[in-house]
């Protein structure tokens, strides 16, 4: 059984940073593509970044692209997140996601997902 567990959530101003972790467990990391949905509240969750086992590939939703850098250390077994210049609307539960195939991290059809972790920007 596959199982990621984000950290790294926190209450930050407006420009601040913060990098999320994600940390898998009953699979070989260094095979799973990663990714990191939101869900802001009364909103559809959205697809923030993804990149694949060998970090090839790494892709970003247009509200973040510049902003926001996917990563992963296969070592670790952990995937990454590192948010800068944030805003207000990046208010949101970030999950992470996983699976063998980058297409469906992508479109967030994977059955592996993490509990979430509440990120919040303060104006």
């Known amino acids: 059984q596959v199982q990621l567990v984000e950290s790294g959530g926190g209450l930050v101003q407006a420009g601040g940073s913060l990098r999320l972790s994600c940390t898998v467990s009953?699979?070989?990391?260094?095979?799973?593509?990663m990714g990191w949905f939101r869900r802001a509240p009364g909103k559809e969750r959205e697809f923030v970044a993804a990149i694949g086992w060998s970090s090839d590939g790494p892709s970003y939703a247009d509200s973040v692209k510049g902003r926001f850098t996917i990563s992963r250390d296969n070592a670790k077994n952990t995937a990454y997140l590192q948010m800068d210049s944030l805003k207000p609307e990046d208010t949101a539960v970030y999950y992470c996601?996983?699976?063998?195939?980058?297409?469906?991290?992508?479109?967030?059809?994977?059955?592996?997902w993490g509990q979430g972790t509440q990120v919040t920007v303060s104006s």
């Open positions: 996601a996983a699976d063998h195939q980058t297409r469906t991290v992508v479109f967030g059809t994977t059955p592996y």
């Open positions: 009953g699979r070989t990391f260094s095979r799973l593509s």
